[in-house]
Structures are given as C-alpha cells and as structure tokens.
C-alpha cells in the first residue's frame, strides 16, 4: 500500500500470464491424438490466443487513461470463487465513489449483431451464430461479486455501516469491431462499448445524473488509500484456475522421466 499521502499509480493487479497453458497443449499436440481431439485442442489454442488480444487490447484502454489516478483502482483478471460459483471478470475499474465498473472484454474478430429482442450474433465467415449473451454473462458475475463482497466484510464502512457500491456493467468491444444495433427503444445496448470509447461512456454516464444522484455519490465518497485498501483486499479472493487439459480433451499421457507434466 502507498504511504499516506504519496500518489502513486493504482493499478492492482495485472493480467495474469496464460503462456503455461498455451505450453501444456502445444505438448498434447505432439501425443498421439485422434483428428478430433487435434481439432478441439487447436481451437483452445486459439481461443486463449484470441481472449488474451481481446483483454489485453481493453487493459491498455483503461490503463493509459486511468492508472495513473489516484481516485481509480484498477484490477484485472480476477477470478472468483463463492459458495460453488466462479466468475471470471476481466477487468475491474473502482473509484473513490465506489462505483465498480464491471468490465468484460470480448473479441469479435467479424464483428457483432445484437437483435431487437437481445440476442447476440456473430458472423463465422459463412453464416450468423448464436452466441451466449455477454451482458446477461456480465450480469452473473456482478451477482456474485456483490454477494462476496458483502459475505467477506470487505466493504468500507461509514459509522459502522458498510457503503453500498454501484456495480455498472459494461461490455468492450475491440474499436475495429462492427457493432450491428437495434434501436435504443427496442433493445439499448448503451453497455456495449468499443474500448477506445471507455472513457466517453463514463463521462456520459457521469454528467448524465441527477441531482439526487450527485448528492447520493458524495455522501459515500472514501480517501484514495480507503479505495485502495478495498481493492487490495479484493483481489486476495482471486483464485486463478487449474485446468486439467490431458482429461478435458481425453488425452492418456504418460510423460518421459524428467519431462514436465501435462497440466
């Protein structure tokens, strides 16, 4: 933590390094493997491979604009675990009002089309596909987030009472993504963002309250070193994952001796 009174970056916790992964199945490549499993395996690659450009073009957007304030915590890459459920949130974006910005990171590389009634497509090269709804995903993880945060007692408190946070969920998109969108009075996707325009969106969001809402976010505003405590405290819940790719993709291996296993 800072000294009191110090300004430093606040920037918590980075990205974590997926390149073990990428390793662990470059080397189920190399056992012998039927055309199938080669093809699942490939596409994990590739999916890693894809989220991974995906977060870390989103993370410089958020970084180069806010990790240099004082009033804004930021925390990447937290998994988390509760009562039996996980939440994999890219990024966390929390200021001094404890507004939590809910950040998740997708990258379609064809782009995407939302549909008036809230389902999202992506095109394949060939053909539009169904895909799960990023913003009903994000949802999820706001519920459990808030439900950890509360059950841990990490929350900051005023007289004893811990201040409620505003969760705010949003979805980036990278700035050379098509975004096809219905009309704002049919379906508003105002949460689905391209990541240049971050910083946008939440000025709008900002200047865009109420009067009520102004008086309601000064009245729980905390110190910097306050944010920072409950960012810090936050982020010792990440639990990063282990994935057992040999079962996943029903690959027997029996590595020489001296050879790394297969995770």
């Known amino acids: 933590m800072s000294a009191k009174g110090e300004e430093t970056e606040m920037l918590i916790k980075e990205r974590d390094n997926h390149d073990a992964d990428v390793e662990n199945l470059l080397r189920l490549l190399k056992c012998q493997i039927t055309a199938k499993q080669r093809f699942f395996i490939e596409r994990e690659i590739k999916c890693i491979g894809s989220g991974a450009r995906g977060e870390e073009s989103s993370a410089y957007y958020i970084d180069f604009r806010y990790k240099d304030s004082v009033n804004w915590a930021i925390i990447h890459d937290l998994r988390l675990e509760h009562r039996g459920f996980v939440a994999q949130i890219d990024h966390l974006l929390i200021n001094r009002f404890l507004d939590i910005y809910v950040l998740e990171s997708k990258n379609y590389y064809y782009g995407i089309k939302i549909t008036p009634e809230g389902e999202f497509l992506v095109w394949n090269g060939k053909t539009f596909v169904a895909i799960e709804?990023?913003?009903?995903?994000?949802?999820?993880?706001?519920?459990?987030?808030?439900?950890?945060?509360?059950?841990?007692?990490?929350?900051?408190?005023?007289?004893?009472?811990?201040?409620?946070?505003?969760?705010?969920?949003?979805?980036?998109?990278?700035p050379n993504?098509?975004?096809?969108?219905?009309?704002?009075?049919?379906?508003?996707?105002?949460?689905?963002?391209?990541?240049?325009?971050?910083?946008?969106?939440?000025?709008?969001?900002?200047?865009?309250?109420?009067?009520?809402?102004?008086?309601?976010?000064?009245?729980?505003?905390?110190?910097?070193?306050?944010?920072?405590?409950?960012?810090?405290?936050?982020?010792?819940?990440h639990r990063p994952s282990t994935i057992d790719y040999a079962g996943k993709f029903g690959v027997s291996v029996v590595a020489p001796p001296g050879f790394p296993p297969i995770l």
């Open 177 to 237: 993504s098509r975004v096809d969108r219905p009309s704002k009075a049919k379906y508003n996707t105002d949460m689905v963002i391209k990541a240049d325009a971050l910083v946008a969106a939440i000025d709008k969001r900002v200047d865009s309250a109420s009067p009520t809402g102004v008086v309601s976010s000064l009245a729980k505003v905390v110190s910097q070193e306050t944010l920072e405590t409950f960012a810090r405290k936050l982020v010792r819940f």
């Open 133 to 174: 709804s990023p913003v009903e995903q994000n949802k999820r993880h706001i519920e459990l987030l808030e439900k950890l945060v509360q059950a841990t007692g990490i929350l900051p408190t005023r007289l004893g009472l811990p201040i409620s946070p505003s969760f705010l969920n949003y979805v980036m998109v990278a």
